[in-house]
């Protein structure tokens, strides 16, 4: 329950932003690896270690801010000229590339609609949220009843005592002088 509430969260955080792509991944990468590395640098180097942590943590903070950015596309247009780079590195020829490419810019597209349609949904069903009604308040349930009290005199000191009514014969004894007499209710 608790994870499913956390996604729905994340998903309604995610709507409008650009989201995981190939640099915010190679950068999180990128991090772990330095990180680990930082902890062998330990031993070589105190100046060394810190810097190399450093840039791990500079590369996962990078990645998540590219992540959060609100302005997909230019993080798009970045990442395509990041794949553009190493496209040509590859080991394919130019056409099975630009395929590649093209299916990629046709998903990237297609998420970017599917993402902006759930923004539109998002913003259709709370932004006239003041209009709304309150849904009223549930009624407050009565207070449990308390019992009947009668009041009754002691025969003894003509101190007067409340005693609960209905329970039928009962012994009472007088706080004040200890007098314990037998009382019909």
């Given at each position: ?85 190493f496209q ?95 009382l019909f209710?």
């Amino acid at each position: 329950m608790a994870a499913e509430g956390f996604k729905d969260r994340y998903d309604e955080h995610m709507v409008g932003r650009n989201g995981g792509d190939a640099i915010s991944r190679t950068c999180l990468i990128a991090a772990i690896v330095l990180v680990v590395l930082s902890f062998f640098c330990v031993g070589i180097n105190p100046i060394l270690y810190v810097l190399v942590l450093l840039l791990g943590i500079a590369a996962a903070v990078y990645a998540a801010l590219r992540m959060n950015s609100r302005d997909i596309a230019a993080r798009q247009a970045e990442n395509e000229a990041f794949l553009g780079i190493f496209q040509r590195f590859g080991r394919g020829d130019d056409e099975a590339a630009e395929a590649a490419r093209e299916e990629r810019r046709a998903r990237r597209e297609q998420r970017a609609r599917e993402r902006e349609a759930a923004r539109q949904d998002f913003e259709d069903d709370y932004a006239d949220e003041s209009v709304r009604e309150p849904e009223p308040e549930p009624e407050p349930e009565p207070a449990p009843a308390q019992p009947e009290k009668v009041t009754v005199t002691c025969d003894s000191c003509g101190q007067h005592l409340r005693v609960p009514a209905g329970k039928g014969n009962i012994k009472v004894r007088c706080p004040k002088c200890q007098n314990v007499f037998q009382l019909f209710t």
